[in-house]
């Protein structure tokens, strides 16, 4: 071996790791990463994922193709992201049916705990209860004393079964003590044509998109599910506020990888989502959408996913909702 051959070889093995071998993370990403929703396009998750996407897009300097894989209350795209490759070029942009779906399914073709790795949360949508015009009640007070005089003779739409609006609407009939009977649809449109056509008489809906229908007075408002009540309804009442102190029920959204994504790589999207959720941009459009941004560790929103799974399982339980 010549003396420059051994020289060059002698520095490159005193040279730290990091230094002689690009970490993940320093060159990720370096090709377009797809991001699947497991929604319809146009849906209320569509529409902030496909915005958050378009921020990261700018960031990160690389494209983010949305990918649409909708169906079987998410389980479609759930599962088509378990079985990507875990190196960063997949995300998918999850909600709580990741939740939900372990307590639905008798067969389940993934395990959400150990199929992902937990990214960040990225939004809160509160959800508002809804009613058809017809129903002669104005306040949240005069529906439920309706509901109750009338039970069994009302129906209920949701998104579909064990659906987050099915199970916000079981839960707080529930509480309440209301008895009636629910209707799944194929996704939360076609549930609020026939509220708005009067074939049902309420729903619990996201409030993102129950908007144009509120403001077109199409559907009445009686009480939001959030915490505190909606600056884009500022006349609704929270549950919590006056009804089930504590009550509080969101569609809440975030990101997740397949298991066994590098960790430097999680800890740059997370970096790089915490981000994008304090740009004026993407804080007006969430605003506008009645949206909250939530953001934390990606460990603390594997510990929330976690505890999710295990509020919900209770419900469903009670629910006595069983899919296949």
């Known amino acids: 071996?010549?003396?420059?051959?051994?020289?060059?070889?002698?520095?490159l093995l005193a040279l730290p790791l990091s230094t002689a071998v690009a970490t993940p993370a320093a060159t990720w990403p370096e090709r377009p990463v797809t991001m699947i929703?497991?929604?319809p396009p146009g849906g209320p998750t569509d529409m902030v994922a496909r915005l958050l996407a378009?921020?990261?897009s700018q960031q990160l300097n690389q494209t983010i193709v949305v990918e649409n894989k909708g169906g079987a209350n998410a389980t479609i795209g759930m599962t088509a992201a378990a079985n990507a490759k875990p190196d960063g070029y997949t995300l998918l942009y999850n909600t709580s049916s990741i939740a939900l779906a372990p307590n639905l399914y008798t067969k389940l073709a993934l395990n959400p705990a150990k199929d992902f790795d937990a990214v960040s949360p990225t939004a809160v949508i509160p959800m508002v209860l809804l009613t058809h015009p017809s129903v002669p009640a104005n306040t949240i007070e005069e529906f439920i004393d309706y509901a109750k005089k009338n039970p069994g003779k009302l129906?209920?739409?949701s998104a579909g079964a064990g659906n987050a609006t099915h199970l916000g609407a079981f839960l707080f009939n529930q509480s309440i003590g209301i008895d009636a009977e629910h209707i799944p649809y194929r996704g939360s449109a076609p549930a609020l044509t026939d509220l708005v056509g009067g074939q049902i008489q309420f729903m619990t809906n996201t409030l993102n998109d129950s908007l144009p229908f509120i403001r077109e007075n199409r559907v009445k408002a009686l009480v939001v599910t959030s915490k505190d009540r909606s600056a884009l309804l500022p006349d609704v009442p929270a549950v919590a506020e006056q009804l089930i102190p504590g009550f509080?029920?969101?569609?809440?959204?975030?990101?997740?990888?397949?298991?066994g994504t590098s960790p430097a790589i999680i800890e740059r999207l997370n970096s790089e989502i915490q981000k994008a959720l304090k740009t004026d941009t993407?804080?007006?459009q969430l605003a506008?959408?009645?949206?909250?941004?939530?953001?934390?560790s990606a460990s603390e929103y594997r510990d929330y996913i976690l505890s999710e799974t295990k509020r919900w399982g209770d419900v469903i339980r009670a629910a006595n909702v069983k899919l296949d």
């Open 1 to 11: 071996m010549s003396t420059l051959r051994r020289t060059i070889l002698v520095t």
């Open 37 to 39: 929703v497991p929604f």
């Open 54 to 56: 378009a921020q990261l």
């Open 155 to 157: 129906s209920y739409g």
């Open 248 to 259: 509080e029920i969101g569609a809440w959204q975030g990101i997740v990888v397949p298991a």
């Open 282 to 284: 993407v804080l007006k």
């Open 288 to 296: 506008a959408q009645g949206a909250e941004a939530s953001s934390s």
